[in-house]
T-cell receptor
Framework: GAVVSQHPSWVICKSGTSVKIECRSLDFQATTMFWYRQFPKQSLMLMATSNEGSKATYEQGVEKDKFLINHASLTLSTLTVTSAHPEDSSFYIC?????????????FGDGTRLSIL | KQEVTQIPAALSVPEGENLVLNCSFTDSAIYNLQWFRQDPGKGLTSLLLIQSSQREQTSGRLNASLDKSSGRSTLYIAASQPGDSATYLCAVRRSNYKLTFGKGTLLTVNP
C-alpha cells in the first residue's frame, strides 16, 4: 500500500531555533500534501495544503511566515517551524493524496512530536 | 463551517464484545467519510472510506455505515480484541480535498 514517511519522529530543541520536518511519499506521486497539527486529546487541525511547484494555501489563523512549507517535488514536502517557541510544541502530521481522482484517499505519515524548551 | 462530533469520547469493553462508534457531521454536503485508527504517539491508519453515494463499507471485522442526509456514520467492530485498542477518528472530506476530523473515540479492549 501507499506509504508516507515523515522525519524526524521526535525533536526537542531550544526556543528560538528553526525546525524542519520532511514528508515523503515513498511509492507514489503526491500532487497534494497536507500538514496537520494535533494537540493532546484534540482533533487534527489542518494547517495548510501544498501543491507541487506552487505556493501553499494556509488555513485561517495559521501564520505563513511562521510555518514555511515547500513542496519542491511530487514526493517531498517540508514544513519549517521558524523561531520556534514553547507554544509551538505539538504533534505535526503530514498526509499525501495519491493521484488526482476525486475518490483517492489521503495517506498519513507517522507524525513528528515537536517539543520546544 | 463543518463540525464533526464523535461519541463516546472513550469506551472500555471486555474482549469479544461487539461495539459501535458514532460520528456525526453538521454539513451533509460531503464527498466522502473516512475512519482512521491512531495508536498513541503515531500517525493515522486508514480503516475504511465511504463515498457519499455509498451506504456502507466492510473490511474484516469492521463495518462502517453512512447516512449522509442525517449527517451520521457508525463504525461497527465485531468480536473486539485487545489489539483493537486505539483512538478511532472520523473525518469528512470537503471541497479541495480537505478533511475535517472529529476528536476521536479512545477505545480500550480489556483481555
Amino acid at each position: 500500500g501507499a506509504v508516507v514517511s515523515q522525519h524526524p519522529s521526535w525533536v526537542i530543541c531550544k526556543s528560538g531555533t528553526s525546525v524542519k520536518i520532511e514528508c515523503r511519499s515513498l511509492d507514489f506521486q503526491a500532487t497534494t500534501m497536507f500538514w496537520y497539527r494535533q494537540f493532546p486529546k484534540q482533533s487534527l487541525m489542518l494547517m495548510a495544503t501544498s501543491n507541487e511547484g506552487s505556493k501553499a494555501t494556509y488555513e485561517q489563523g495559521v501564520e505563513k511566515d511562521k510555518f514555511l512549507i515547500n513542496h519542491a517535488s511530487l514526493t517531498l514536502s517540508t514544513l519549517t517551524v521558524t523561531s520556534a517557541h514553547p507554544e509551538d510544541s505539538s504533534f505535526y502530521i503530514c498526509s499525501a493524496r495519491e493521484g488526482t481522482g476525486e475518490s483517492q484517499p489521503q495517506h498519513f505519515g507517522d507524525g513528528t512530536r515537536l517539543s520546544i524548551l | 463551517k463543518q463540525e464533526v462530533t464523535q461519541i463516546p469520547a472513550a469506551l472500555s469493553v471486555p474482549e469479544g464484545e461487539n461495539l459501535v462508534l458514532n460520528c456525526s457531521f453538521t454539513d451533509s454536503a460531503i464527498y466522502n467519510l473516512q475512519w482512521f485508527r491512531q495508536d498513541p504517539g503515531k500517525g493515522l491508519t486508514s480503516l475504511l472510506l465511504i463515498q457519499s453515494s455509498q451506504r456502507e463499507q466492510t473490511s474484516g471485522r469492521l463495518n462502517a455505515s453512512l447516512d449522509k442526509s442525517s449527517g451520521r456514520s457508525t463504525l461497527y467492530i465485531a468480536a473486539s480484541q485487545p489489539g483493537d485498542s486505539a483512538t478511532y477518528l472520523c473525518a469528512v472530506r470537503r471541497s479541495n480535498y480537505k478533511l475535517t476530523f472529529g476528536k476521536g473515540t479512545l477505545l480500550t479492549v480489556n483481555p
